[in-house]
């Protein structure tokens, strides 16, 4: 399916969403156009210059890398428990119609679509018979970037990494204190579940860093099986469950990152989110109403994301550090791939919120605005929670 969206009169609402997306740095976005242009523009520098250099691009078929990729989300009515609502994340491929003007709109073609092959080759011409190769390598890239709820450039390129895929750090640039940050927060995670898994064998912490190591890199889990049997989980299972788990522990380490400016945004909407200017009856009124709902919105996201990383703590802490029953981390374990997507595209959307009202409230006093420009905040955080 490929969905059209064009500038108008009538979708100002629709083009400022737009534009908030695209120019957002939050995990939801990765503007795969803007850095290919980056890495062409450096490698024709260096051509001109003399090198024998050219530009690693991520993908083989040309037109793949003008592309901005987006996650979207929405619920389905698929139960995972009872209570229990299943995400189903989406991947967008927007194609701008002018890549020097990407907000004047574009072609968005939805990967999780049946048709979403066929839609690309009509769209773009790309075909395996132009080279199998080339788009088995292509398809991969993109089945490994709609195989998470979001984009963090962590989560992508340790991903990348574990597939073997190489490409230019530019595209999920992280920097490497930050790497080493999160690495440490989640490799000590594992160690104690490591020790257990271990019990009665010899080996002591070369051990431990060993199983540690594969964990990381993925590699054999085999080793793991006593571990996941005993938690009643399944077998064949043992990657993904290890994966989600993964990321909800990375997801953690940024949780505690980014509280403060959630906490900032809901005292905002407390404090100062009045106009500054006279509003008629009827336009305070709508303020009054966009307000209490995304109020509320940002209570359930916020509570809600707090609830998976307690009951994770707790369950956590219950078994590794109480030496208690393994239960509730063993039941937490189970829905850990459901507690991945849920939490990955519900903290999301509290960031890139965020980093919107930032925007467009920084340079204003007291963080005060006009009502107009009150409502329409208002109506982008809407849209997007």
């Excluded at 995990?27 to 090198?51: D, M, T, Y």
Aim: glycine content about 4%; some cysteine; proline content about 5%.
């Amino acid at each position: 399916m490929v969905v059209s969206a064009r500038n108008s009169k009538g979708s100002s609402r629709a083009d400022k969403f737009l534009r908030y997306t695209l120019d957002s740095g939050s995990a939801r976005v990765f503007n795969c156009l803007k850095i290919s242009n980056k890495i062409k523009a450096a490698a024709a520098k260096a051509q001109a210059e003399g090198e024998d250099v050219k530009p690693e691009l991520l993908f083989r078929f040309q037109d793949l890398n003008n592309v901005i990729y987006i996650k979207e989300a929405a619920e389905t009515e698929l139960m995972a428990q009872p209570g229990q609502v299943t995400y189903r994340v989406s991947t967008k491929l927007y194609f701008p119609y002018d890549e020097r003007n990407i907000y004047s709109g574009g072609q968005s073609i939805y990967f999780n679509q049946e048709t979403f092959l066929d839609t690309l080759r009509e769209h773009i011409g790309w075909d395996a018979n132009l080279n199998p190769d080339d788009y088995a390598a292509d398809l991969k890239i993109l089945e490994i970037i709609n195989s998470m709820p979001t984009l963090d450039p962590f989560l992508v390129r340790d991903k990348m990494e574990k597939e073997g895929i190489e490409c230019d750090p530019a595209y999920f640039a992280i920097q490497p204190e930050e790497w080493a940050e999160i690495q440490l927060h989640i490799r000590t995670k594992l160690e104690p579940m490591i020790l257990l898994a271990l019990q009665g064998q010899k080996g002591g912490r070369d051990q431990v860093k060993k199983f540690v190591d594969k964990i990381w890199h993925a590699d054999d889990l085999s080793d793991l099986v006593p571990l996941i049997q005993a938690f009643r989980l399944p077998v064949d299972k043992t990657h993904e469950i290890f994966y989600a788990w993964k990321g909800l522990a990375y997801y953690e380490f940024q949780y505690a990152r980014n509280q403060d400016r959630i906490r900032r945004l809901a005292e905002w909407l407390a404090t100062a989110a009045e106009p500054l200017d006279y509003a008629k009856p009827e336009q305070k009124q709508l303020l009054k109403e966009y307000k209490q709902l995304i109020k509320d919105k940002i209570k359930k996201g916020w509570s809600k994301s707090a609830k998976i990383f307690a009951e994770y703590n707790n369950s956590y802490d219950e078994l590794f550090v109480r030496q208690g029953s393994p239960v509730p981390f063993a039941t937490f374990m189970g829905q850990a791939p459901q507690y991945f997507w849920s939490l990955g595209d519900g903290i999301t959307k509290l960031y890139q919120s965020v980093e919107i009202w930032d925007k467009l409230t920084c340079r204003a006093p007291g963080r005060r605005l006009k009502s107009e420009p009150l409502l329409d905040l208002y109506m982008v955080l809407d849209d997007l929670l």
